[in-house]
């Protein structure tokens, strides 16, 4: 089981690294209403991963950890949406934001199939990948690329967020890691 979790989060880990997409090869890097898609469909993957989570884990502390995925994306959702709504702008759907929910929906695949501790490892481990992939595009790629202030202004005001839910997460794979999970 391992070894497909670590394909399939190496895969999605590739999905998430914005820069090696083709699309993003070809042009100088996605606009605003791209990069509005690509934050509300991070944002909702890890919305449906942690309400999933916060249905089948026994753990009380993975279900802490989801249930504080659920609500912290939703609130960065709504600020995003709030904002796009007040610049007028309509998100895009690009190749990376499809690539997000293509990922997405593997990973509520695969989690729906495992029960117990390796439900909650896998869980946590896609985590940790997620939110290293999501903090590298937010760096590399989103945060230059982003040309309104206000939509910059709310990435770099999000991203000590995803710093901690990393943190968070990686807290609870070493202690998952301890109790054989």
């Known amino acids: ?25 070809q042009s100088a890097g996605p ?18 991963a ?28 709504k600020a995003a949406t709030d904002l796009v709504h007040k610049l007028g702008v309509t998100p895009e759907d690009n190749s990376t934001s499809q690539s997000l929910k293509q990922g997405g929906d593997a990973n509520l695949a695969n989690l729906k199939t495992l029960k ?13 990948t997620y939110h290293e992939s999501v903090l590298d595009a937010l760096d590399k790629t989103l945060i230059p690329d982003a040309q309104n202030a206000e939509l910059k ?13 990393l943190e968070h997460a990686k807290h609870l794979q070493a202690e998952l890691g301890k109790s054989g999970g």
């Open 50 to 77: 942690g309400k999933l989570a916060e249905s089948t884990t026994k753990s009380k502390d993975v279900k802490a950890f989801a249930q504080l995925m659920v609500t912290d994306h939703s609130g960065v959702n």
């Open 1 to 25: 089981m391992k070894i497909i979790g670590a394909a399939l989060f190496g895969a999605l880990a590739s999905a998430l690294t914005l820069t090696s997409l083709p699309g993003w090869a």
């Open 116 to 128: 117990g501790s390796q439900f909650d490892r896998a869980y946590i481990d896609h985590e940790v």
């Open 153 to 165: 202004a709310l990435l770099v005001k999000v991203r000590p967020a995803f710093v901690a839910h």
């Open 31 to 48: 606009t605003d209403p791209q990069i509005a898609a690509i934050v509300v469909t991070a944002n909702q993957v890890d919305i449906d």
